[in-house]
């Protein structure tokens, strides 16, 4: 079993930046791909950032330019920078690690962008 634990959300103003960090239980996960998700209320959720093992990214369109992933094998974690937050960024934002046998989840951290 594998335990992911997010941090780093809560209420920003908008054009603000906030970075997000998730820490695995297991070692080993490390040279495995890890993402972030988010999901907003009454929406589906959504790939905002995934990262290989050997640092090869992809980004939601929309967060292009604003968002930054990045892991730290020593330490088994993963980041997620995220510039000139706007509105549309508001959501529950979720760790992701892709194991062979199933992907793990995070409990989540919660972003608010107010005005």
């Known amino acids: 079993q594998v335990q992911l634990v997010e941090s780093g959300g809560g209420l920003v103003q908008a054009g603000g930046s906030l970075r997000l960090s998730c820490a695995a239980s297991?070692?080993?996960?490390?040279?495995?791909?890890m993402a972030w998700y988010r999901q907003a209320p009454g929406r589906q959720r959504e790939l905002v950032a995934r990262?290989?093992?050997?640092?090869?990214?992809t980004y939601l369109d929309s967060v292009k330019g604003r968002v930054t992933i990045s892991r730290d094998k020593p330490k088994n974690m993963a980041y997620l920078q995220i510039n000139s937050l706007q509105l549309e960024d508001t959501a529950v934002y979720y760790c992701?690690?892709?194991?062979?046998?199933?992907?793990?989840w995070g409990q989540g951290t919660q972003v608010t962008v107010s005005s």
């Open positions: 992701n690690a892709e194991f062979p046998e199933k992907n793990y």
């Open positions: 297991r070692s080993i996960a490390a040279i495995f791909p």
């Open positions: 990262i290989t093992s050997d640092g090869r990214t």
